[in-house]
Antibody, heavy 118, light 110 residues
Framework: QVHLQESGPGLVKPSETLSLTCTVS????????WSWIRQPPEKGLEWIGY???????NYNPSLKSRVTISLDTSKNQFSLKMTSVTVADTAVYYC????????????WGQGTLVTVSS | QSVLTQPPSASGTPGQRVTISCSGS????????VNWYQHLPGTAPKLLIY???QRPSGVPDRFSGSKSGTSASLAISGLQSEDEAVYYC???????????FGGGTKLTVL
């Protein structure tokens, strides 16, 4: 059974770096894209970016300058780092798996709330 | 402002058929597959429809998807109370070189 679980600090100060990890079980990393998506309070879903198992990455243009996604298959994890956060980055952050853009994001983590506040 | 446009709300009574629209452009829906997700508060979004009209294993055939030109639709027939959720469309956008979501449609079962 495929399972994804986000982990990381629930509170980050403005201007600091947000770091989250997604631990994956029940699936190989091979052939998949591993994505991060977020949902600010009372708003819709926003794609942050993905990393392919090959190491190729792609980021939302509006976040690209602040975001890095990395992969550690030895630990069955992939991670998100977002620098210079502001209150606008407060959101529930989800990790998810996708085989291709036409196959959809088929498995998601439960999500983790990150609040940016001093 | 979402790249894909959905109505903010929809409603229906039990047993009814409801459709939710998703409007885009030639750079996203016009040339790429549309996926739909069901999102209940406090839970992970669930893939409902992929590749415009395909249903993942376990999704009831009450849910169906279609696409025409730069628009797509999700239809739910035989509406049930447990269908009350927020529904999102999503597609790859070749101009933005990234995935884009609709703003979400909150479905209320009256």
């Amino acid at each position: 059974q495929v399972h994804l679980q986000e982990s990381g600090p629930g509170l980050v100060k403005p201007s600091e770096t947000l770091s989250l990890t997604c631990t994956v079980s029940g699936t190989s990393f091979t052939n998949y894209y591993w994505s991060w998506i977020r949902q600010p309070p009372e708003k819709g879903l926003e794609w942050i970016g993905y990393i392919h198992y090959s190491g190729n990455t792609n980021y939302n243009p509006s976040l690209k300058s602040r975001v890095t996604i990395s992969l550690d298959t030895s630990k069955n994890q992939f991670s998100l780092k977002m620098t210079s956060v502001t209150v606008a980055d407060t959101a529930v952050y989800y990790c998810a798996r996708e085989y291709s853009s036409s196959s959809g994001l088929d498995y998601w983590g439960q999500g983790t709330l990150v609040t940016v506040s001093s | 402002q979402s790249v894909l446009t959905q109505p903010p709300s929809a409603s229906g009574t039990p047993g009814q058929r409801v459709t939710i629209s998703c409007s885009g452009s030639s750079s996203n829906i016009g040339r790429n597959a549309v996926n739909w997700y069901q999102h209940l508060p406090g839970t992970a979004p669930k893939l409902l429809i992929y590749d415009n009209h395909q249903r993942p294993s376990g999704v009831p055939d009450r849910f169906s998807g279609s696409k025409s030109g730069t628009s797509a639709s999700l239809a739910i027939s035989g509406l049930q109370s447990e269908d009350e959720a927020v529904y999102y469309c999503e597609a790859w956008d070749g101009s933005l070189n990234g995935q884009v979501f609709g703003g979400g449609t909150k479905l209320t079962v009256l």
